[in-house]
């Protein structure tokens, strides 16, 4: 199983970017699937996840401005992410557990900043 991300990059306050998660050796859609981030000097938290149904959950940080879907034609996990802040910056990170066994891509970074 193989996780890469991409999209990440820098924006400034108010803007957008769209994360991409491509899996290989899996088929994402019937995991719950997640985004995650960490920030420097701070523990790695959740920012979103959706479940192999469809269901979504957020991080009460970003509720309102972030959306994750799925492109099972592509085998994507995506993060939409509007009206980003400076403290949104860290870098995020996919994550999907597969029977138990859990596997991260190596990140991407957003760095939000005037």
């Known amino acids: 199983v193989q996780l890469v991300e991409s999209g990440g990059g820098a924006v400034q306050p108010g803007g957008s970017l769209r994360l991409s998660c491509a899996a290989s050796g899996i088929i994402f859609s019937i995991y719950t699937v997640a985004w995650y981030r960490q920030a420097p000097g701070k523990q790695r938290e959740l920012v979103a996840r959706i479940t192999s149904g469809g269901s979504t959950n957020y991080a009460d940080s970003v509720k309102g401005r972030f959306t994750i879907s799925r492109d099972n034609a592509e085998n994507t996990v995506n993060l939409q992410m509007n009206s980003l802040k400076s403290e949104d910056t860290a870098v995020y990170y996919c994550?999907?557990?597969?029977?138990?066994?859990?596997?991260w891509g190596q990140g991407t970074q957003v760095t939000v900043s005037s």
């Open positions: 994550n999907t557990a597969p029977l138990g066994r859990s596997y």
